[in-house]
Structure formats: C-alpha cells, structure tokens
C-alpha cells in the first residue's frame, strides 16, 4: 500500500463578532513507494507538487513508467530515492521494444535512480519542458540511454549523467548512443556533467534537432567498438555526433573531452550550422579528432593529439583560432594518459571524478577534465 503524507494548514480570521476558519492551500503530497505496482501508480497519478520516494531495492516493471502530468515552476514533481538508499529500476521483464521510463511533461525533477536493462531506450523525454535529471544512470540498455526528443523540447538540464553499454542488436549497434536529443525542437536543452561511454553508436547524437543544445563538462569515450561480437556491427562510433538530416544549427560543446571513440572526436555530421567547439580536447579516436568539412563551424582553444586520421578536417567556412593545429599554437603534453581514473566515482556533489588523464595544467588550450 502507499504510504501518503498531506498537511493542510487553516487560518482562523476574526469577522465583526463571529469567527471563520478558512483552509489555506494543501502542501503538496509526498509519496513512499516500496513496490513497483505503488511505483507505476505513483508516476502516472502525480500531480504539481508530489513527491515521489522510492526505497531501497531493484523494482522490474512490466509496462513503461509514464506520466503526462504537469508540474509547476513553483511545484516541481519530484521522483527520487528514499533518503539515501539506492534505486535501480530494471527493464528486463519489459516487452520487447518498451522503454522504462517515458515522460510527456514539464517541471519534473528525476535524481539518483539507475535505469538498466531497457529492452530499447531507457528514459525518454517526449516534448518536455524544464525537466531536470540529476545523478541519473542509464546502463545496459537496447537503443539510447537518455533521450530528449519532439518539438516544444526546451529548457531542460541533465546533469552528472552515466550512461553506457547501450546497444541495438536488431540493428547491429547503429542507434544506441549514450544521449540522443533528436527529431525535436526547443531551446535551452542543456547537457553538463556526463560521462557517455562503451555505447555502440555515438556518445551524444544531435540528429536531426533544429535548435541548439549545450554541452559542457562532458566526457566521451569508448564508443562504437563491437563488444557484442556482432558480425555485422554498424555502430558509428563518434564522441559528438552534432548534427545531420539538413539540419543547419548552432550547437555549443564546452569544455569537453573524447577519447577511444572508433569514430571522430567531434563531429558535424553534415551540420552547416555555425557550432561552436570551445576548450575541448580530442584524443586517440579512430578517425579525426575534429570533423567539421563543410560547415561553419566555430573550433577555439581546441586540443587534438593522436587521432587516427588527423588532428582535423576543415573547410573554408570553418572559423579556427587557439586550436593547436592553428599556425603558432604549441601542443601542451598531457599529464597522465592513463584513463583509469575517469571509471573512478563520481564526487560527493555528483561531479566527475577527479582525474589528471588528458589534463595539461594549461588555462588556453584543451579541456579542463573537471
């Protein structure tokens, strides 16, 4: 059974001789959940202001979670952990092709819960607006991890994201990324604090979203390499894939890094937009470091050392200033190349570990790997 708690104040007001007792506005619900039955309900029967606690445990749905309901900017819906027990909610008694989590909604708040063994994508965020995820995993899954996708998709955060070991086999690894903000629009849809790896397509995959995103702080790596022994493996394999289906926009990478990746570093994938790629650094991927061949991309204070085709691949519309391929730019030597500390935990505020891999001690080339 729910266990719910509701407080109602009253005011008493003195009227001339007599005496009236007026309820003041309920506070808002908070909900205990310990079973996925009370879990599913919960999610679907929220209303502005609830709260939803999960205990402690793996909880194994057999339909998709999913809400249309409405927060407020004044009464976020929030579904989090009972205090600091952990949560997995686990997709593998889902029907083929479901997802676990799927909201159509605004002004939610989603913290510290792990989504695992999705049959296709774990959370997907459909048109929502002012949504923020926090300290969220999504593991193992069989297409993306996180997803934000439709039109009217703005002003959502995701923040200290893990998201990794996704992939499609019925499409041979081709559509998994760690994060897809695709087929969609809306703006200020911002990324920070991910780490995106051991996916079989892309890291983060901007595909076919026609306005701009942001991302900052994020690490990529490992993608695209067949962990699956599949024979026909297709995945792609690019840390930023930012862009592609006509789209010309001008999306923002921040202080970021891409390493391992079997594709390129950061990509435009036929994005004309004029992106913008600030203090990044691009690190032994399989192809270039930095792909920008026919857009016009903006690339400054950008690292790229040890990619298998190149430093970067750039046409004439490409601004370029700072970067260490640019004339005069010296090529600072790493630290540590010793990538062992970024599968480290996060730190205690949901941060990235703290790492020296990839770092330089530089304040004007490079990301900062924090």
């Keep these: ?26 506070h808002a619900a908070t909900v205990v959940v310990d079973t996925t039955a ?15 606690q999960v205990r402690g445990g793996t909880y194994y749905p057999t339909a998709t979670l999913q809400s249309t309901a409405n927060g407020t900017s004044s009464s976020r819906i929030h579904l989090q952990p009972y205090g600091s027990e952990t949560v997995k909610i686990d997709g593998s008694n889902l029907p083929d092709g479901d997802w676990i989590f799927k909201l159509t909604a605004d002004y939610w708040t989603v913290s510290d819960i792990t989504f695992q063994n999705s049959p296709d994508s774990a959370v997907v965020c459909q048109s929502c607006a002012s949504t923020y995820w926090s300290n969220v995993k999504t593991i193992n899954g069989g297409d993306s991890g996180f997803t934000l996708t439709g039109d009217n998709t703005t002003n959502n955060t995701v923040k ?5 070991g996704h992939y499609d086999a019925a499409n041979h690894g081709e559509n998994a990324d760690g994060v897809a903000v695709k087929y969609g629009s809306g703006t200020g849809n911002l990324v920070t604090g991910a780490r995106l790896y051991n996916n079989s397509d892309d890291g983060i995959d901007l595909w076919s979203f026609s306005s701009p ?3 900052e702080h994020t ?7 067949n962990r699956w022994s599949d024979s026909a493996f297709a995945g792609d394999g690019n840390g930023y894939k930012l862009g592609g289906d006509g789209e010309s926009v001008a999306h923002v990478v921040n202080n970021s890094a891409a390493w391992d990746n079997a594709g390129n570093g950061f990509t435009e994938n036929s994005n004309t937009g004029a992106i913008v790629i600030n ?14 061949a026919t857009g ?31 004339p005069d730019i010296a090529t600072p030597s790493f630290i540590s190349t010793d990538a062992t500390t970024t599968y480290n935990a996060r730190q205690s505020d949901g941060s990235l570990p703290a790492t020296s891999f ?5 304040s004007t080339i490079g990301a900062t790997m924090d």
């Design 160 to 164: 200290n994201l893990d998201s990794y």
């Design 38 to 52: 009370e879990l599913t309900s919960a999610i679907s029967s929220a209303t502005a202001g609830t709260t939803i």
């Design 213 to 215: 995103v942001t991302v």
């Design 279 to 292: 203090r990044t650094t691009a690190y032994a991927n399989g192809k270039w470091g930095y792909y920008f």
């Design 296 to 326: 016009a991309a903006r690339l400054g204070k950008n690292l790229a050392v040890g990619n298998g085709s190149g430093l970067v691949n750039k046409g004439s519309s490409v601004v370029s200033q700072g970067n260490n391929w640019d």
């Design 1 to 26: 059974m729910q266990r719910r708690t509701a407080t109602t104040l009253v005011s008493a007001l003195a009227l001339g001789a007599g005496l009236a007792v007026l309820p003041t506005q309920a």
């Design 358 to 362: 990839l770092t330089t001690g530089s």
């Design 219 to 225: 690490w990529a790596f490992g993608n695209g390499e």
